[in-house]
Antibody, heavy 126, light 107 residues
Framework: QITLKESGPTLVKPTQTLTLTCSFS??????????VGWIRQTPGKALEWLAL???????RFSPSLKSRLSITKDTSKNQVVLTMTNMDPGDTATYYC??????????????????WGQGMLVTVSS | DIQMTQSPSSLSASVGDRVAITCRAS??????LNWYQQRPGKAPKLLIY???TLESGVPSRFTGSGSETDFTLTINGVQPEDVATYYC?????????FGQGTKLEIK
């Protein structure tokens, strides 16, 4: 059974740094093709992909947030950590981590997020 | 970034109806398109990948079609448990982007 769960502060002040941890079970982040991504959902309900770390430690970031994001993995602990600096009230959202599955289509490997955590609401307010 | 536009933004259907949700990409994405279902208060769930392949365990009343820039999610015989918001997501490449969502309600 594959599960993921987000943890971290539910309230941060503007300009502070947010650190979120995704703890997962049921799969290995060492397995070829696997990744863990972060997606957030604003109160207006839009889904926004933030970052992804692959099994081989390759990383991808949203261009609009790249300067504020970092992502690391601890394979032995089955955890992925997302850090976002200089938080703003506009970053108030529910943050999800999700497993990335690589799917081969016509010889190309595409990304789908096949298992998601329950999400956690992070509020940015002074 | 590839922009994904869904329509309608909301729809209301009766149990047993056939409904269709469309998703348009701002450039060709071949068939690299996924659909997700998000029930109220829950995380999104993968329904369909590569435009038309049903994820394991998803009822066969859900079908996906389309290619290049235009895609459709069809529900044949809407059930009460299908009340949710549906999102498309392009997997052509990073940054992976989502549509704004289509909320399905039951009359």
């Amino acid at each position: 059974q594959i599960t993921l769960k987000e943890s971290g502060p539910t309230l941060v002040k503007p300009t502070q740094t947010l650190t979120l941890t995704c703890s997962f079970s049921g799969f290995s982040l060492s397995a070829n093709g696997v990744g863990v991504g972060w997606i957030r959902q604003t109160p207006g309900k839009a889904l926004e992909w933030l970052a992804l770390i692959y099994w081989d430690d390759d990383k991808r970031f949203s261009p609009s947030l790249k300067s504020r994001l970092s992502i690391t993995k601890d394979t032995s602990k089955n955890q992925v950590v997302l850090t976002m600096t200089n938080m703003d009230p506009g970053d108030t959202a529910t943050y999800y981590c999700a497993r990335r599955r690589g799917i081969t289509v016509r010889g190309i490997t595409i990304t789908a997020f096949d298992y998601w955590g329950q999400g956690m609401l992070v509020t940015v307010s002074s | 970034d590839i922009q994904m536009t869904q329509s309608p933004s909301s729809l209301s259907a009766s149990v047993g109806d056939r409904v269709a949700i469309t998703c348009r990409a701002s450039q060709t994405i071949i068939n690299y398109l996924n659909w997700y279902q998000q029930r109220p208060g829950k995380a999104p769930k993968l329904l369909i990948y590569a435009a038309s392949t049903l994820e394991s365990g998803v009822p066969s009343r859900f079908t996906g079609s389309g290619s290049e820039t235009d895609f459709t999610l069809t529900i044949n015989g809407v059930q009460p448990e299908d009340v949710a918001t549906y999102y498309c997501q392009q997997s052509y490449g990073a940054p992976w982007t989502f549509g704004q969502g289509t909320k399905l309600e039951i009359k």
